[in-house]
């Protein structure tokens, strides 16, 4: 995929500060495209990330995730294949574990100051050991962000909260954070940290997720945003 900037404000700068995000509609064809970086480590670079929307259905869109890992150390759960996903793209199906209620990663109207509560997650059990998360979710108020993909007008959803593990013979807990970047310019995530914190609560995953280009189809326009390709 050609690398592509995008410069992307809104047209009225503060009209951004009402506005929402809707829901988005991703295409067959659509590519997202990140650099992921080891937070750990000063911002190491450690791998590339592609999504490419392969098919849209009501209540399932479905995606092919690959990776090119640059450091094989600590990456082994940046895996490839299909991940399926609700209309609000939420994982629904990953890695052969189908979630009961989709994975809570966006909501959708996203509007400044939203909050939600006590969001319980549990992933399905696996060779006797079982997960579960409860989060709570806060969306700040309008940015500016620059990433290597361009500069946009964003809202940032900060989820926080707690998981819990068990297995057969043992029992953990820890911190986690997630910190999820959207705009009205394009359905990608325009950047996210993710932080998971072992159970003596140092970090254990530190993670950037910035956005590098994506490809769009433009027959319609977003709505509300003015975008401009830099070659």
Not at 10 to 39: F, K, T, W
Not at 112 to 117: H, M, Q, V
Not at 166 to 176: D, E, F, I, T
Request: proline letters at 7%; glycine letters at 6%; hydrophobic letters at 35%.
């Amino acid at each position: 995929m050609r690398k592509t900037s995008l410069l992307a404000l809104c047209a009225l700068p503060l009209a951004c500060l009402a506005q929402s995000i809707e829901r988005p509609s991703p295409r067959p064809g659509d590519e997202c495209s990140y650099d992921i970086l080891d937070n750990l480590r000063s911002k190491e670079k450690i791998a590339e990330k592609r999504m490419v929307v392969t098919s849209v259905a009501p209540g399932n869109i479905t995606m092919r995730v690959t990776h090119r890992v640059l450091v094989t150390r600590d990456t082994g759960d940046l895996t490839d294949g299909q991940v399926a996903y609700d209309d609000n793209l939420n994982v629904a199906e990953r890695d052969g574990i189908k979630f009961a209620r989709p994975y809570p990663r966006r909501i959708y109207p996203l509007q400044p100051g939203l909050r939600l509560a006590n969001q319980e997650v549990e992933y399905p059990a696996q060779a006797g050991n079982s997960r579960t998360e409860s989060l709570d979710a806060t969306a700040g108020s309008w940015e500016t962000r620059t990433v290597p993909a361009g500069r946009f007008e964003v809202l940032t959803l900060q989820w926080k909260g707690w998981y819990n593990g068990r297995s057969p013979v043992w029992r953990w807990s820890g911190r986690m954070q997630r910190d999820i970047a959207l705009s009205p310019a394009t359905w990608c995530e325009i950047s996210s940290t993710e932080q998971i914190y072992n159970p003596n609560t140092s970090p254990w995953t530190h993670r950037d997720f910035v956005l590098t280009g994506f490809k769009r189809d433009r027959a319609e326009p977003d709505h509300g945003v003015a975008a401009s390709s830099l070659e």
